[in-house]
């Protein structure tokens, strides 16, 4: 038998051990009463990095809300928002709860939880500047997006090509940084972030949402918004997806979802 066949054999059995390894890792942690959930901890007023270094947020009481019904505790990892998905499906987290938007994209790699909250996007500006979210009007206009978001892929597919000059940024904040400097024309953001992220801060003022909440003007722009916020997990976790729907439909039951949501938005932000 030639050595290379039997070279692959040995390799194919290592990577199996390896993989097997992983599985009961994970296992392991949700025995022990443990839940690894992911965030990004720099998208207030969902995920912020507290001063001590811990995180809070809507995310993060939405997750460790759901863990208690669950009676799992949280164990919260802060993960960069282009590296969750890996992280995921890596087994280096067993969920993602970051106002992660469920689109047909992500399903293809991880499943969803229900939303837990809508996520029509918003183009933020100067409040006596005339900007609306249409093709025309944002033409020759520089826009500040977060890399890897929704509102990325959308003005990306959709304005890109008009004459917009999209501006990438590794935070969402770092985009209103340089909106409230003069470097942006607007921000296109998720608009329940831009509204208690933004708006309704002191740096926010002077700024608006101009032509209102983006949920699409067609099918296929209402396809890149998608379908609102969800918790992700790895296809292979049905199991666990089941029970963080049950316990999101419990909270929204027995009024804590209603709780929490009221500590960061003065208006309903589930929708329909």
Not at 28 to 57: C, H, K, M, N, Q
Not at 85 to 109: C, F, G, N, Q
Not at 149 to 170: K, L
Not at 210 to 224: D, F, H, L, S, W
Request: proline share 3%; aromatic share 8%; net charge neutral.
């Amino acid at each position: 038998m030639p050595r290379t066949t039997t070279k692959t054999g040995s390799t194919a059995w290592l990577l199996g051990l390896a993989l097997l390894a992983l599985a009961r890792t994970a296992a392991v942690g949700a025995e022990e009463g443990e839940l690894r959930l992911a965030t990004e901890g720099g998208y207030r007023p969902f995920s912020e990095t507290a001063p001590d270094g811990s995180l809070r947020g809507l995310d993060i009481d939405i997750g460790n809300a759901i863990c208690a019904e669950m009676k799992l505790r949280c164990v919260w990892v802060k993960v960069d928002w282009e590296k969750m998905i890996p992280a995921l499906i890596s087994y280096k987290v067993d969920a993602i709860v970051a106002s992660m938007t469920i689109t047909e994209e992500r399903k293809r790699k991880v499943a969803f939880t229900s939303k837990y909250y809508a996520t029509p996007l918003a183009l933020v500006g100067r409040s006596e500047e005339p900007v609306e979210p249409e093709r025309a009007s944002a033409q020759r206009r520089k826009v500040g997006v977060e890399r890897g978001t929704v509102a990325d892929d959308f003005a990306t597919r959709f304005w890109e090509d008009t004459g917009v000059e999209i501006i990438r940024y590794s935070l969402q904040d770092e985009a209103y940084v340089d909106l409230v400097a003069g470097r942006l024309d607007c921000v296109l953001s998720d608009y329940w972030q831009a509204y208690g992220g933004f708006l309704h801060r002191p740096e926010g003022r002077g700024y608006a949402v101009r032509g209102g909440k983006i949920y699409g003007r067609n099918a296929e722009e209402r396809k890149v918004i998608g379908e609102g916020a969800g918790i992700a997990v790895r296809k292979s976790d049905q199991k666990l997806r089941q029970m963080l729907d049950q316990g999101l439909a419990a909270i929204r039951v027995n009024g804590i979802y209603d709780e929490i949501v009221r500590r960061y938005f003065a208006e309903d932000i589930y929708g329909q």
